[in-house]
C-alpha cells in the first residue's frame, strides 16, 4: 500500500552539523521534535517527526542504503510512526511500557532497562513523563544526550523537568532525573538535546550540560 501523506511542513528539517539533523515540531505529538543521529553503521532517527513527501525524500538521503532505526523516547512522540515506517521500511525500538500502543507495528524491537544499538548508542528507560519514557545517549565522538520529554526547554537558555496534567508520575520522573545524572558518562558531560518545545523558546538547538537546572517548575 503507498502511504498517503498529510500536507507538508512550512518548515524545513536543519542540518546541525554533518551528523546530526533536527525536524520541525510535530503537532500530532503534542509538540514532540525528532532528531536524526547519522551514526555508523546503524543510523538512528529520534522520535516520529511530521510525516510528508519531503521528510521521507531527505530521512532515505540522510540513510545513504543503511537501514537506520527509528527509536520512540515516549509515547507523546509516536506519531504517524506507522506510516513513516510502511514508507521506510525500517525497524522501531520502544520501551516495552508503551509497545501496546504500536499493536501490528511490524519490525518492533522492545526494551527494559537499557538497550544499546549496533553503532553503540545507549538507550535508559527513565519513566515518568510517560510510562515508557527513555533517553537517548550518543558517546563521542557525538557526545549528546537526547532528552526526550525529561527536560524541557525553558525560555531560551536553559532546562528543566516541568509536571502537567499529561504527566504519568510525578515521583518516577524526579526518580529518573536522578537515575540520569549517575548513569550518564562524564568527562566530559555531553550536551543535551531535548524532544519537545517551542520554537521561541529555543528549541531546535544543542544545550551544554550546565544547562540542565536543579529546580523544578510545576504548572
Request: hydrophobic fraction near 40%; charged fraction near 20%.
Amino acid at each position: 500500500m503507498v502511504p498517503v501523506f498529510s500536507d507538508e511542513s512550512s518548515k524545513d528539517a536543519q542540518e546541525l552539523n554533518e551528523w546530526l539533523w533536527v525536524f520541525p515540531l510535530n503537532n500530532l505529538c503534542n509538540g514532540s521534535r525528532s532528531w536524526w543521529l547519522g551514526c555508523d553503521p546503524e543510523p538512528i532517527l529520534i522520535d516520529c517527526p511530521p510525516v510528508n513527501q519531503k521528510t521521507i525524500q531527505l530521512l532515505k538521503k540522510l540513510a545513504l542504503g543503511r537501514i537506520p532505526k527509528i527509536v520512540l523516547s515516549n509515547r507523546e512522540a509516536h506519531g504517524e510512526v506507522r506510516k513513516l515506517q510502511d514508507a521506510l521500511g525500517w525497524p522501531v525500538v520502544v520501551q516495552e511500557q508503551e509497545a501496546y500502543l504500536l499493536p501490528g507495528l511490524s519490525k518492533l524491537e522492545k526494551f527494559c532497562e537499557e538497550y544499546t544499538t549496533v553503532s553503540g548508542v545507549r538507550l535508559l528507560w527513565t519513566p515518568g513523563p510517560t510510562p515508557g519514557s527513555c533517553v537517548v545517549y550518543a558517546p563521542p565522538p557525538f557526545n549528546v544526550l537526547f532528552c526526550g520529554r525529561l527536560l524541557i526547554p525553558k525560555k531560551s537558555n536553559f532546562l528543566v523537568a516541568v509536571q502537567t496534567r499529561r504527566t504519568f508520575h510525578w515521583t518516577r520522573y524526579q526518580k529518573s532525573l536522578v537515575k540520569v545524572r549517575h548513569w550518564i558518562p562524564r568527562n566530559p558531560f555531553p550536551r543535551l538535546a531535548s524532544g519537545v518545545g517551542r520554537n521561541d523558546f529555543g528549541g531546535g538547538k544543542l544545550y551544554e550540560w550546565e544547562a540542565w537546572q536543579e529546580h523544578i517548575q510545576a504548572k
